[in-house]
Each structure stands twice: as C-alpha cells, then as structure tokens.
C-alpha cells in the first residue's frame, strides 16, 4: 500500500533503514506527527536497522542521516531541509529525544491529502 511516507522517501531516495526509522518515529507517539518534542525508544529504533549489527551505534548512525539536509525540487525550484530538527539522546541512550521538522511533516500532509493515502 502507497504512503505519503513511502511516496516522499522515494522523491528523497531515502534507504530502506531510513524509511522505516522515520515509520518507527511517526508512528512511536502522537505529537511526533503533530512536530512536538517526543521520544522514541532505543529498542523500537534497533528494530529498523538491516542486518546483522542491531547496535546501539548502528542506529546513532542512522539517525544521524535524518539531521542532514535533504532537497526536494526541480530545475526553476528546490526546498532544503532536515527531516529531523533535533535529536538528543536521553536517559543513557535509552530513549530518542527528538522533533521532526515541519517542512518534511508539510510534505507529508500535502501529500497524503492530494493522493488520498495515509501519512505512514
């Protein structure tokens, strides 16, 4: 099934371990879609990395990727932007603290209200 998430991944040529990392973050609380400060937890986000190495550095990794800018655009009009605004880890890296940013939530509301298809 088409998702605004999966739709703008493939605009974004987001990795598979992306998509579902920013799947897990989406959908790991409510005020994630809403751009609020929220959590998610270190073992949901291990869950999302390919292969064999699940650790705790892997997934830093990852996460790291989301922070850097991404562009969407054509010839005569581009937008750059960070998926996620900001990220701290907390509590012994534990948990994720972070914020999506709110041009890539824009995205995908357009998205989904335009090709009627859920978020994520």
């Known amino acids: 099934m088409n998702t605004a998430l999966s739709i703008l991944s493939q605009r974004l040529d987001l990795t598979e371990v992306e998509r ?13 879609i809403k751009g609020d400060r929220t959590l998610a937890p ?9 292969g064999d190495d699940r650790s705790q550095e892997a997934v ?6 989301l922070l850097d800018m991404k562009r969407v655009g054509n010839a005569s009009r581009s937008i750059s932007f960070c998926i996620v605004s900001d ?3 907390v509590e012994n890296a534990s948990f994720l603290q972070f914020r999506l940013n709110p041009t890539f939530l824009g995205f995908l509301r357009q998205i ?3 090709e009627s298809v859920p978020i994520c």
């Open 87 to 89: 990220a701290e880890w």
């Open 42 to 50: 270190m073992s949901d986000l291990k869950q999302c990395v390919s």
């Open 20 to 32: 579902r990392m920013l799947n897990v973050l989406l959908t790991c609380t409510p005020l994630a």
């Open 60 to 65: 830093i990794s990852a996460v790291r990727v």
């Open 112 to 114: 989904a209200e335009r």
